[in-house]
């Protein structure tokens, strides 16, 4: 074996080493490796090389001379073999020149090293040439696959050409520990020949001084290998050389160009995972083999050793050694494995009394079994106090097969359960058998190994021993005593009678125990604080810390005879039956200031309970002597033993009790103090017991009775009446249910038994008559009893009454039809009103006739239209709104219709403007009654209008026509008088005689037109008749 350079690490003290990570010393790898080449000089035939260095201006010698290299040469001098680059002398390994041809720019060197090593640097230094310009360093596990170290180059150009790297400028530097850099810093021609390359592969990386998985993966190695691509050569032969083949080129030149290396170091260390400190040489496997410390095993120290398997595995480092820790099996087996599950779950108990880590003992001995051999196998158990050190810890069960349920006993004091009996050592006994072996019969079975029960109820029986002759007790029957008697219920050793008596509220003597499971109501808010100074309760600040409720009104100073208490929030109260024979569970605490806390609170605490008109309080209260910031729990059982009436002290029956329960309006928690204090008193995680049919906990409540209760009754204790019926005067126990009389239209009823919410339209006391509006005989009892009055329609808009009947022919009648309605179901409108109330959305209008007609007289106006038909006061039209023919004036305010008092031969007709009065004159006559002509016009009295007098120059006609003559004629047109007819002739003539003396005027006669008149038409209506005239418009 050659010789190894060794650089020491060593440790202050051994404990130091054991603190922290062992790592080799670091050796040069190279000088113990196989090392090998694809080409070297005078490889087949000698060939004549030159040194570049000869042959460089300012290097020049006078006499340069070339040499030979043979490899067969006698002389040591001439051969150069790659072994040289490893022998530690000054021979040196020399490649073809490229006189031979340019391929020998590609030349590969390896280096097996014979084993894995972490390498930590390598060193190559160049002979009598420059040193390699393009080459990649490169590694290897197994010879085969290869990923590079570092690439190499010429140049920075060539870095990204030749290698598509990017290259890192300057002496090489690395950003993590895994990375591959691209330099030209090694490449330089200078110096022509004796160059060094110096490839850190740990220091200068992230890890470098607490190496990383990544890290020491990537300085793992067996194989190196050395890639030459491209011999450095100088510039000015670069260009030559580049482009012609160097068998053209002068000899001279390409000669001087080869690879050559004196000397490859690789600096490197035994792989043992910061688990040794020496790796010497194992003349058995021809390696390096790693003296494991730390209790670690393996070629690599990569395991724990056997037994030392507490912690998981894991390699040293500079700051923690990471020592494989030894199984704590008590002394009971020589290996382990660790388990992370029992780690995580903290099963595995360490050698110092913690469970810490995930050591599983493998193979214990002695009987032992578990995880750190700590327990015994099936069939044996440790005895108590006895340690799992022990040498013999574990004794064999001898369970007897008769009396067993198995083989195995109770292993040690771990498993053991003294509150069940089950000690260390105690097998497991059937039914009836008994003895820590169970060889024996257990109490109440007798004839071993039979042991059969004896029957008789120590529950229901005075005996002392079951297997006696069975005496039961007072409430208790059967031949094992075992049954309640008629009446009773709920079978308990506790009770001298044996069985309660079933309480039923009086009603009922049959009743067993409930089957529900026991909830706990809990609250730690809503509690509220009752005044000093009266009954009534108020809330009170809270303060909720832990579930810890203050009351901030008890913090302060207390005097004697201070009472404080607090009441029950809404969900303690309520029918509490389901909690009779349950507890009532608080605690209690006093909290106090610091410089106080060595004082004590003496104080008791009671219960009060309201309900149905009674109130009971705890019989004993609870003494207790508070510790400062020390809770103290209080368990009050529901039961009558426990409270006394409040008022007299008197014990109380259960009935009281129950008739409480069944309604709680109050519960209070009192505390009493007889001393001054100062401090806080805290009330927290107060409970009650309650049976419940939907809870599922092992729990159950036998003491709350299930009672098979009569018709009408319902609930646990008969305490409801079913829906129907009404407890009479409210009373509780003794009191009766009796059937609401509803007539089926309320499903319950109050106390008095009054209907409550009669349905199907029905009211009353008992639901026997029907709501306003409704008709029909309730009594029925059918959902269809009421019906909707009709009057005449069932519809809100056209329902005119509010109520109706059934008369004796058993027809509605609508008996209060609204104003303007009338008829049997108010389908009619009233005198004086019009509409259709048959016709959905319509009713009866009040008739609008201004007035005008009498609203006593039948008829006067359309019921169905709405038209006035008997208009009085000479008044006319749908609404009696105009005065009617003949007549004028303001029908509807002033209601002053007039007759026209038309002139009859002046005028049209007899009717007028029914505004104005104005009559319908005949041509040139005027007046307001036309009965005067026209200046200049006579003849007023001929009927068809007054004509010109024609008195020429004489002037106009004289108005000779009296008064009385043109009232005649008047009359004569109206036909009234034949001597008023003659009259008016005369006249006539007297009055063309007079213009006979009347000059004719020399102007035309200027002919008058009528001016319009509008003429009153019977039914209302109006036309207009239009006169023309040549002046002023006449009326």
Not at 744 to 758: E, Q, R, W
């Amino acid at each position: 074996m050659k010789g190894y350079i060794v650089i020491v690490l060593l440790c202050a003290s051994s404990a130091e080493c054991q603190q922290r990570g062992l790592f080799p010393a670091i050796l040069n790898l190279a000088s113990n490796a196989e090392i090998t080449t694809n080409a070297t000089c005078g490889e087949p035939v000698p060939e004549m090389y030159c040194k570049l260095v000869e042959h460089v201006p300012r290097h020049r010698i006078r006499n340069p001379q070339c040499r030979i290299c043979d490899s067969q040469s006698t002389n040591p001098k001439e051969r150069h073999p790659i072994t040289n680059a490893i022998d530690g002398t000054n021979q040196w390994w020399q490649s073809p020149s490229i006189k031979n041809g340019r391929q020998f720019h590609w030349v590969t060197i390896t280096l097996d090293l014979r084993q894995v090593f972490q390498v930590a640097y390598i060193i190559i230094k160049a002979a009598n040439s420059p040193r390699p310009g393009n080459w990649i360093l490169e590694r290897s596990m197994d010879g085969v696959e290869y990923q590079p170290w570092q690439y190499y180059a010429i140049s920075d150009s060539e870095c990204l050409h030749r290698y598509n790297i990017t290259p890192r400028i300057g002496p090489p530097t690395y950003k993590r520990d895994d990375e591959v850099i691209c330099t030209s810093y090694y490449s330089r021609l200078v110096p022509l020949e004796h160059g060094e390359i110096h490839t850190s592969l740990i220091n200068g990386r992230p890890s470098a001084d607490d190496l990383t998985p990544e890290l020491l993966e990537f300085t793992s190695a067996r194989f190196i290998r050395l890639r030459l691509q491209r011999i450095r050569t100088l510039n000015a032969d670069l260009m030559t050389l580049s482009y012609r083949d160097p068998k053209e080129v002068d000899p001279i030149v390409t000669r001087r160009y080869y690879y050559s290396i004196k000397d490859i170091s690789v600096g490197g260390m035994c792989i043992c995972y910061g688990h040794a400190q020496s790796c010497p040489w194992d003349p058995v496997s021809k390696k390096l083999q790693c003296v494991c410390e730390h209790n670690t095993c393996g070629e690599s120290c990569n395991e724990c050793c056997p037994g030392y398997h507490q912690e998981l595995w894991q390699p040293g480092t500079l700051s923690d050694g990471n020592t494989c820790e030894k199984c704590n099996c008590h002394n009971k087996a020589e290996d382990c494995y660790y388990n992370q599950t029992v780690a995580d779950l903290k099963l595995s108990m360490n050698t110092h009394g913690k469970f810490v880590g995930g050591g599983v003992c493998l193979n214990c001995t002695q009987n032992t079994a578990g995880i750190n051999c700590e327990t015994c196998a099936d069939g044996f158990y440790r005895p108590h106090k006895v340690s799992p050190h022990d040498e013999h810890p574990c004794v064999e069960c001898l369970c007897d097969p008769y009396g067993s349920l198995t083989p195995n006993c109770i292993k040690d004091d771990n498993h053991a359960k003294p509150e069940k009996g089950l000690r260390a050592g105690q097998c497991l006994c059937k039914e009836g058998f008994a003895g820590e072996r169970c060889d024996r019969c257990a109490f109440g079975y007798r004839d071993f190994p039979l042991c059969t029960r004896c029957n008789c109820s120590l529950d229901g029986s005075l005996n002392i021993d079951p297997c006696a002759e069975c005496v039961c007790k007072e409430n208790v029957m059967g031949a094992d005593c075992d049954l309640c008697k008629h009446g009773f219920y709920n079978l308990q050793g506790s009770n001298p009678e044996g069985c309660t008596e079933c309480f039923c509220f009086g009603v009922s003597d049959v009743c067993e125990s409930t089957l529900w499971s026991t909830i706990q109501l809990m609250a730690t808010d809503g509690w509220l604080l009752p005044s000093p100074q009266s009954n009534s309760i108020y809330s009170a600040p809270l303060i909720d810390e832990d579930n810890h409720i203050t009351p901030k009104n008890i913090t302060g100073s207390r005097t004697s005879h201070f009472l404080a208490s607090w009441a029950a929030p809404e969900r303690f109260l309520g029918n509490k039956l389901a909690s009779y024979g349950g507890f009532l569970n608080y605690t209690v605490s006093y909290d106090i200031s610091v410089e106080n806390v060595d004082k004590s609170l003496p104080s008791h605490f009671d219960v009060v309970i309201e309900g149905n008109g009674r109130a009971l309080r705890q019989a004993t209260p609870q003494q207790l002597l508070l510790t400062p910031l020390k809770g103290q729990h209080v368990a009050l059982e529901l039961t009558p033993s426990n409270f006394v009436d409040f008022h007299t002290g008197r014990p109380v029956q259960r009935d009281e009790l129950m008739t409480v329960l069944a309604n709680m309006a109050r519960l209070l928690i009192r505390a009493h103090f007889n001393t001054s204090s100062e401090g806080a008193l805290r009330l927290s995680t107060v409970s009650l017991d309650m049976a419940d049919p939907n809870a599922t906990t092992p729990k159950h409540a036998p003491a709350v009775e299930q009672c098979e209760c009569p018709w009408g009754y319902s609930g646990t204790s008969c305490e409801y009446c079913v829906s129907g019926f009404y407890r009479v005067g409210g009373i509780l126990f003794g009191g009766n249910c009796l059937q609401c009389e509803c007539n089926d239209h309320a499903s319950h009823c109050d106390t008095n038994g009054v209907c409550l919410d009669c349905t199907h339209n029905t009211t009353g006391a008992h639901c026997g008559q029907c709501l306003p509006g409704f008709y029909g005989d309730p009594t029925e009892g059918t959902p269809e009893d009421c019906q909707r009055c009709a009057c005449p329609l069932t519809v809100e808009s056209n329902n005119f009454s509010p109520t109706c009947h059934l008369n004796s022919p058993g027809e509605v009648v609508c008996d209060q039809c609204q104003q303007g309605y009338t008829g049997d179901w108010c389908d009619r409108c009233a005198n004086g009103y019009f509409g259709d109330p048959t016709v959905v959305g319509q009713g009866c209008a009040l008739c609008e006739c201004n007035g005008n007609v009498d609203p006593l007289e039948p008829g006067h106006c359309d019921p169905r239209t709405g038209e006035c038909l008997k208009c009085t006061a000479h008044t006319a039209g749908r609404h009696c709104e105009t005065c009617q023919d003949g007549y004028f004036g303001d029908a509807i305010i002033a209601k002053d219709c007039r007759a026209c008092g038309c002139h009859g031969n002046g005028s049209h007709s007899t009717l007028c403007n029914v505004t104005t009065g104005q009559c319908d004159c005949m041509p040139n006559v005027v007046g307001e009654k036309c009965d005067q002509c026209k200046m200049g016009y006579h003849g007023l009295l001929s009927g068809t209008g007054c004509v010109e007098c024609n008195c020429s120059q004489a002037g106009p006609c004289p108005k000779s026509v009296t008064r009385r003559e043109s009232v005649a004629a008047s009359r004569v047109w109206q036909g009234t008088s034949a001597t008023a007819a003659s009259m008016a002739t005369t006249t006539s003539r007297k009055m063309a005689a007079q213009c006979a003396t009347v000059p004719t005027p020399t102007a035309t006669v200027m002919q008058r037109r009528a001016s319009a008149s509008v003429l009153h038409i019977p039914g209302g209506r109006s036309v207009s008749s239009v006169r023309r005239s040549t002046g002023d418009t006449t009326p």
